[in-house]
């Protein structure tokens, strides 16, 4: 599992092939990327804590569900090994799978590793 934070960078100095945010963007001013991390390091101390109690993951996958932009959008899942699924990003399963109905009609598709991206709506 990985997380990327741009904190302390510049849009226009990201070489990237879409519009990116950062942290000192969304704030107007400079800030601490060494604060960044212990702020994080700190959030994500606290849900490893809530999912180890008795009712702590679905707690966990409720806060998720709540917060989450890409649920009722149109995704782009790249999957390891090429495979692609392409549809609407229905729900989060309660073991954490992402659960897309796919474009073609065919049914769903439940997602456990791969890029997701959301896409403009058709």
């Known amino acids: 599992m990985g997380i990327g934070v741009n904190a ?4 226009a100095d990201l070489e990237t092939d879409r ?4 942290l000192r963007d969304e704030r107007g001013e400079p800030v601490d ?3 960044v991390a212990a702020i994080l390091h700190g ?9 180890e109690t008795a009712d702590g993951f679905a707690e966990a996958l409720d806060a998720w569900r709540e917060r989450s932009v890409t649920l009722g959008e149109r ?8 495979e692609e699924v ?3 990003a229905a729900r989060v ?9 796919t474009d073609e009609g065919t049914g769903t598709v439940e997602v456990t590793e791969g890029e997701c991206e ?3 709506p058709t």
């Not at 995704?75 to 090429?82: A, E, F, K, N």
């Not at 073991?95 to 109905?101: D, F």
Request: charged share 25%.
């Open 43 to 51: 959030k994500l101390l606290h849900w490893a804590e809530v999912v």
């Open 118 to 120: 959301r896409l403009r």
């Open 8 to 11: 302390d960078l510049a849009p």
């Open 33 to 35: 990327p060494v604060e």
């Open 93 to 101: 399963t309660e073991t954490g799978a992402l659960v897309v109905e």
């Open 19 to 22: 519009a990116v945010a950062t």
């Open 86 to 88: 392409v549809g609407r």
């Open 75 to 82: 995704v782009r899942v790249q999957i390891r090994g090429g």
